[in-house]
């Protein structure tokens, strides 16, 4: 009964206090639930596009002498599999064509055998360019090669039999090609095989009359595989998924008894999946993290400025004869209902944010990781109340004694950490673990290719949390010795302010200095938190839309495989649409350098960037200024990648001979070119070799100066632009055109498949709040701990300017003290975090991108919360608060 | 001519429905010495700060001719100490006792200068620069007294400003207020149980029932005048409310 009278004269004398505490373990569970609800909602997004990427999810290879129906029976009743169709493989000694007066020959290719309604069970692993969609269908650059078009005549070299003519009904493009050629069954981590050059699909009646007979020979060069499409039904977390193919893959190969293997594309792209989600865990660590242990803080912080308030009401509870006993009693009671409360809201909250940033209300990928997890973080809720509540309380009930409880100054020692230099070696610490870091290439996680477990070097974030404590309790050091030490100097800078008061003001906050240094440090934590989540969150996704672009080429971008290329009244007719700002024509060719086959880029260098963004990190060994000027420089020079370098052992300014193809007469001659610097990436460049040179001079040296892609800079929206140059083009002229949100939702590599959209409204959402909160309720309930104070010096005199003064020193020290060496801090952190992360950036970002509409709004709303604190407390105190003034 | 420092007629402090002073009609001129006695809870001290322009009455008037307005009264004219602890937390004794002189504007030189002759006098060198939490109950209630002297102001409310002392020290503390008083001819209230104390002071009014009775109740010689008679002899009606 006595806990329950205490507890409604709490809710009723002490409501802000009180409320200032639930806030604070309402905002911790809500962002742990959040987060929660961020890691459910990634992993399951992962999975899905993970899925999603993937045409044909298994190979099976039927084993040479295997009976090819029997092995279609079995996988056809597998679990899990919705489709399932023959594919017969055969190679080809060569291919030739004749046109124009001119015979192309080929070296060995591919001719698949594909049954009838193959492109429609697996969408996507064909993609149709000009002609029929059915009969002999040649490949895009297989018919550049062989100067094919529908209608040619082909040529078939079949081993120990003589050639077969067929007549090319469509040219095609092979986006899988990768997966659909691999070598079935190859160890992991075996080097990949490349694609053919050369590939001719045939209906799988042609193919059964021209290479049927060859499965009968001894070593035969041909071979079946059942193309498997699975139900899309899987587990969220992309490490239970890829467990789960996997295991149902070696299940089949079990029931197929040696005569099959399984090619498991789906499990591979999961293996990349479930290593994202590592990342995600990374990503869950380095900025949700902070953020609760920062409410935690925070919460702890308003819970310690009502101590003072607390032993003295505690004082007169010893003093009308309760024990300590009853009081832990009481301040158990006071912890729970905090606690309590405090964890049903978070949930709530984590619950409609979850809702609001990701379209989720669980906390987990699965039922019971949601159970779970919210279990965590409303009990994490409760144990914060009872630690930052209940210990003081007893620890003051059992230790202190009446008089102690008076004190509310003390000129105690400095805390045992600041004697220590904690902070100072964490700092060191710090500097150790990310320079170790630095020495092993910033090597994060380690997922070797196809091995079931995958690392996480947790040690290396060791760097940014050391960072983030060090700095935050420095900022506790340098606040102390100032408000100690420098008070002389602190009383000149306040005198603006509080004129012939700012000696009596710098000393009061002297002697307050534990308490002042303490809301300095949150405040710097709480800046620290906001600047570095902002500044990451911002670099990741500027690198993201690099990302997107550099596979995308520019906002908007045409590309057709004609060797004509785009029509040329493309580009002044683009260039006029409003809402463009520039185009850039380019020219995608191909050369061969010795007998390798290599994509060559013709761009002008001059103007190249005024339409796509090209980074420094595009290349070795210059930044992006440079080594254009280079291109630019003379004609014939030639970016080449590293790969190249190493394999023809070159030496920058050295002469490569490159074989392109002429217009003239359509087959490949030797031109010279001069190596001048190594391209990583470029543009909608493979992510293989491939050579980026001057386009003037592959136009001269050719005789085309055919342009087969347009990148376009906008300035409106691009999926508009992109339908208004679609329109431009026309459906007759076989060119794609994407533009950059729509690649942005479907191809991101590495960390950047993970959405952080939701994560960063959630992170930055959470980061105002705690922004807000921490400096407007720490000030306002300093302030109204000192009531007392302030009741007293306005009952001497005090005018409402000079009561401010008081206040304004203080709010000012703490927040501008605290937001200067927060912001500091919090770049420093910024830095660390996109260096660690170097490895998830594709490419790593030049620089840290600030967000600077963002800061600036955050700062003028934690100015405003200041200001509106710092004004309320000194209205209340302009008039004397009577109930202390009578008590004295 | 004396002045006249206060002048109330009518005052009325209610709490809700309960009512600490009612209907009190005073006035107080320069060298005014009052003990103003009356049971625990009677409104003495409400009325202290009515009189110190800290608190309004719910009604009647109240107005400081010779002081000026009510906000002006702090800290130069009018002084309290109060009974119990009041010194600020963060600010050393001396900090704390030259507080009202910074407040009116004072410097570094004003400030030392008022400060160091009543440290000296009251025997606080030794605690000067000790925070309030560090020194004894009767230390504090000391420095009080000399922080309400700092400005010299023209009217002194005291609310049992002895409580915390022991007999000699008390007395001691009380000699150097009267010694004050005198040679600064301000005017001085104190609220007090002590009628040792109250026996000491000319002037004694009495709060009984809320109600304030400024005649002689006592044997005691003293100077007694009733507030009609002060307001008579001050001449003019009171115009001017708080």
């Known amino acids: 009964m006595f806990v329950l009278t205490w507890l409604t004269g709490l809710l009723r004398t002490r409501t802000l206090r009180l409320a200032g505490t639930v806030i604070g373990v309402t905002m911790t569970v809500a962002l742990l639930g959040s987060l929660g609800a961020f890691f459910a909602a990634s992993k399951a997004q992962m999975t899905r596009q993970a899925a999603a990427g993937i045409v044909v999810d298994w190979q099976v290879q039927v084993a040479p002498g295997a009976d090819v129906g029997s092995v279609g029976r079995v996988i056809a009743s597998a679990p899990g599999v919705l489709r399932s169709l023959p594919v017969s493989y055969a190679s080809a000694t060569g291919l030739s064509a004749t046109a124009g007066g001119t015979t192309q020959t080929t070296g060995a290719g591919e001719v698949l055998g594909l049954p009838a309604g193959y492109s429609a069970a697996f969408p996507g692993e064909i993609r149709y360019l000009t002609g029929a969609r059915t009969g002999v269908l040649l490949a895009q650059q297989t018919a550049a090669n062989l100067h094919a078009s529908p209608g040619t005549t082909i040529v078939i070299g079949r081993p120990g039999l003589p050639p077969v003519h067929v007549v090319v009904r469509g040219i095609v493009d092979l986006p899988a090609a990768d997966s659909m050629f691999q070598a079935v069954g190859s160890p992991p981590g075996s080097s990949l095989q490349a694609p053919p050059d050369n590939v001719v699909l045939l209906p799988q009646a042609l193919w059964q009359q021209s290479f049927g007979l060859l499965g009968a020979k001894p070593l035969a060069a041909v071979h079946s595989q059942y193309h498997v499409k699975l139900s899309s039904a899987l587990a969220p977390d992309p490490a239970t998924a890829y467990a789960d193919v996997t295991g149902r893959a070696k299940n089949l190969e079990v029931k197929l008894a040696g005569a099959g293997l399984v090619g498991n594309n789906l499990a591979a792209q999961l293996d990349a999946a479930r290593k994202d989600a590592l990342y995600a865990q990374l990503l869950f660590l380095f900025l949700g993290i902070p953020g609760a242990v920062l409410a935690a803080a925070l919460t702890a912080m308003i819970a310690a400025s009502g101590g003072e308030r607390r032993r003295r009401e505690q004082a007169l509870l010893r003093i009308r004869g309760a024990t300590p006993r009853q009081i832990v009693r009481l301040a158990a009671a006071e912890a729970l209902l905090v606690g309590i409360l405090g964890a049903g809201l978070g949930l709530l909250g984590a619950a409609l944010a979850g809702r609001l940033a990701f379209g989720v209300t669980r906390f987990g990928a699965t039922t019971g990781q949601a159970i779970v997890w919210g279990l965590l973080a409303g009990l994490t809720g409760v144990v914060l109340a009872v630690v930052t509540e209940l210990v003081p309380a007893a620890r003051d009930a059992r230790k202190i004694s009446v008089r102690q409880a008076r004190e509310v100054v003390g000129r105690g020692r400095s805390p045992l950490w600041a004697r220590l230099y904690v902070d100072l070696w964490l700092l060191a610490a710090a500097g150790v673990v990310f320079w170790r870091s630095a020495q092993s290439g910033y090597q994060v996680v380690l997922a070797p290719e196809g091995v079931a477990t995958i690392s996480v070097s947790y040690s290396t974030f060791l760097a940014p949390l050391l960072l983030w404590i060090g700095a935050a309790l420095l900022s506790w050091r340098l606040a102390h010795a100032a408000l100690d030490r420098g008070r002389e100097v602190l009383a000149k800078a306040f005198t603006p302010l509080a004129g012939g008061l700012a000696g009596v003001v710098t000393a009061s906050m002297s002697r307050q200095r534990r308490l002042l240094s303490r809301g300095l440090l949150i405040m710097a934590l709480t800046a620290s938190f906001a600047v570095s989540t902002a500044i990451f969150n911002q670099t990741y996704a500027a690198q993201s839309r690099v990302d997107a672009q550099l596979t995308n080429g520019s906002d908007v971008t045409a590309a057709t495989t004609a060797e004509s290329g785009l029509p040329p009244r493309i580009f002044p007719a683009v260039k006029s649409i409003p809402g463009v700002q520039a185009v850039q024509p380019m020219m995608h060719r191909f ?13 002008n260098p001059r ?12 290349f070795q060994g210059g930044n992006a200024r440079s080594v254009l000027a280079a291109l630019a420089a003379r004609p014939d020079a030639v970016l080449v990648s590293d790969e190249t370098v190493r394999d023809y052992q070159l030496a920058p300014g050295g002469l490569i001979r490159l074989r392109l193809q002429f217009a003239g007469d359509h087959a490949y001659h030797v031109v010279p070119f001069h190596y001048v610097g190594i391209v990583r990436e470029f543009p909608t460049a493979p992510r ?33 632009i992109a339908a208004q140059v679609r329109h431009l083009l026309g459906p007759a002229s ?51 701990e000192r009531r007392r104070m302030f009741a007293i010096t306005s009952a001497l005199g005090a005018k409402t300017r000079q009561l401010g003064s008081f206040v304004w020193a203080e709010a000012l020290f703490v927040t501008v003290g605290g937001v200067v060496l927060g912001i500091a801090s919090g770049w420093g952190l910024s830095y660390v975090i996109v260096k660690i992360l170097t490895g998830v950036f594709d490419p790593p970002p030049p620089h840290l991108f600030i967000p600077w509409v963002y800061l600036a709004s955050l700062a003028a709303v934690t100015a405003g919360a200041i200001v509106w604190a710092g004004v309320g407390a000194v209205r209340s105190a302009r008039k004397p608060a009577m109930d202390i003034i009578r008590d004295l | 001519m004396t002045d006249v420092l206060v002048r109330a007629r009518g005052l009325t402090k209610a709490f809700g429905q309960v009512a600490a ?22 409104g003495k001290s409400s009325l202290l700060h009515i009189i110190a322009g800290i608190d309004q009455p719910t009604d009647g008037i109240i107005e400081w001719p010779a002081l ?84 010299a102001p023209r009217l002194i409310l005291a609310d049992e400003p002895t409580g915390q002392l022991d007999s000699a020290t008390a007395a001691d503390l009380m000699d150097f207020l009267f010694e004050h008083v005198d040679l600064t001819y301000a005017a001085l209230i104190v609220a007090t149980h002590d009628v040792g104390l109250a026996g000491r002071l000319p002037l004694r009014w009495q709060m009984l029932d809320h109600r304030l009775q400024t005649e002689a109740f006592t044997g005691v010689p003293a100077v007694t005048r009733t507030g009609a008679e002060t307001a008579a002899q001050a001449g003019a009606e009171p115009t001017c409310s708080s």
Request: glycine share 10%; no cysteine.
């Open chain 1, 688 to 720: 293989d070799s491939f050579f980026v040179t001057n386009a003037a001079y592959i136009a001269r040296m050719t005789g085309s100066p055919a342009y087969q892609v347009m990148l376009t800079k906008v300035s409106g929206s691009p999926p508009a």
């Open chain 2, 21 to 42: 002073i009612a209907d009190a009609t005073f006035t107080v001129i320069e060298g005014d010495q009052i003990a103003l006695v009356g049971p625990s809870g009677s």
């Open chain 1, 591 to 603: 050369a061969y350098v010795g007998n390798d086959l290599q994509d060559m880029f013709g761009i």
């Open chain 2, 68 to 151: 000026g307005p009510a906000d002006t009264l702090r800290p130069a004219q009018v002084a309290v100490a109060f009974q119990a602890p009041s010194l600020l937390p963060p600010l050393t004794v001396a900090e704390n006792i030259a507080l009202p002189v910074r407040l009116a504007g004072g410097g570094d030189k004003a400030a030392a200068a008022a400060t160091g002759p009543l440290i000296e006098r009251l025997g606080l060198s030794d605690i000067a620069a000790k925070l309030p939490e560090e020194i004894s109950g009767g230390q504090a209630q000391r420095a009080g007294i000399a922080r309400a002297l700092v400005t």
């Open chain 1, 607 to 618: 103007t190249i960037q005024s339409a796509t963004a090209v980074s420094d990190a595009f």
């Open chain 1, 734 to 784: 076989g060119a794609v055109v994407q533009d950059i949100h729509s690649q942005l939702k479907i191809t991101l590599s590495g960390l950047t498949t993970i959405d952080l959209s939701g994560l960063t409204r959630l992170e930055l959402t959470f980061a105002f709040i705690l922004a807000v909160a921490a400096s407007s309720l720490i000030l306002l309930l300093g302030l109204i």
